[in-house]
């Protein structure tokens, strides 16, 4: 199973609303990834867990709240977006390196975020 | 992180070859050249990875230059599945950044 999966699809939230992003591999990849991505645009790393802990923020304003409960499951936290805010959120997973650069990402179908 | 410049867009006819060029004159001696690919309205996927030599998979051809300063992304046979945009990434030796370039949009015209 090679599959990375993100629910919701789509989401359309209010700027006072909290809601959550899930992302979930069965693949025993210990490196999780978020990305945003916006209309036209490439990729852009937001936050990365190793062995479920944080290891990289992109300097993410703390509207963006990440959590790694186990190996498996990755969430997103959102709190008091902002339109701006709107745009792909992609969820990626991989081995964790120690070495070398030959490890490869596996994305999920990202999910369609718009904060009205 | 090291830089790549691909550029903004190309068409290939359908079945014909494409060459996706990309520039990384600031790779460094452990940085692997990772392509990967987005295709409308999904994630993006893994096409090929190389370090010195030319790689081939099922997908793809990646050339690297002798100085490493540029790669080269070989679809042999353009289809229309393959219109996507092409990522050309730089992936250091240590630690699990990952940048994406601005990529390569790429049109098949059947």
């Known amino acids: 199973d090679t599959e990375v999966t993100q629910t919701p699809k789509h989401l359309v939230m209010g700027m006072t609303n909290k809601k959550s992003l899930k992302c979930e591999q069965h693949?025993?990849?210990?490196?999780m990834y978020w990305y945003k991505q916006k209309a036209k645009k490439p990729p852009e790393l937001m936050f990365v867990?190793?062995?479920?802990?944080?290891?990289i923020n992109e300097s993410v304003p703390s509207r963006f709240s990440p959590e790694c409960p186990n190996s498996s499951l990755l969430n997103l936290h959102l709190h008091a977006l902002q339109p701006e805010d709107s745009a792909l959120y992609l969820c990626?997973?991989?081995?964790?390196?120690?070495?070398?650069?030959?490890?490869?990402?596996?994305f999920g179908p990202g999910t369609r975020l718009t904060v009205l | 992180d090291a830089k790549t410049t691909q550029p903004n867009s190309m068409e290939s006819n359908e079945e014909e070859p494409v060459h996706l060029p990309c520039n990384h004159s600031?790779?460094?001696?452990?940085?692997?050249i990772h392509w990967y690919r987005q295709l409308p309205s999904q994630g993006p996927e893994y096409v090929i990875h190389?370090?010195?030599s030319n790689v081939n998979n099922r997908m793809a051809s990646l050339a690297i230059a002798e100085d490493r300063k540029s790669s080269t992304l070989i679809l042999h046979r353009a289809t229309l599945r393959d219109a996507a945009v092409y990522y050309c990434?730089?992936?250091?030796?240590?630690?699990?950044?990952?940048?994406f370039g601005t990529g390569t949009s790429l049109t098949v015209i059947p």
């Open positions: 990626a997973s991989s081995q964790v390196r120690t070495s070398g650069g030959t490890d490869t990402q596996y």
């Open positions: 693949m025993g990849h210990r490196a």
């Open positions: 867990y190793s062995y479920e802990k944080l290891s």
């Open positions: 600031t790779i460094s001696g452990t940085d692997y």
């Open positions: 190389g370090l010195t």
């Open positions: 990434i730089l992936r250091r030796g240590t630690g699990n950044q990952f940048y």
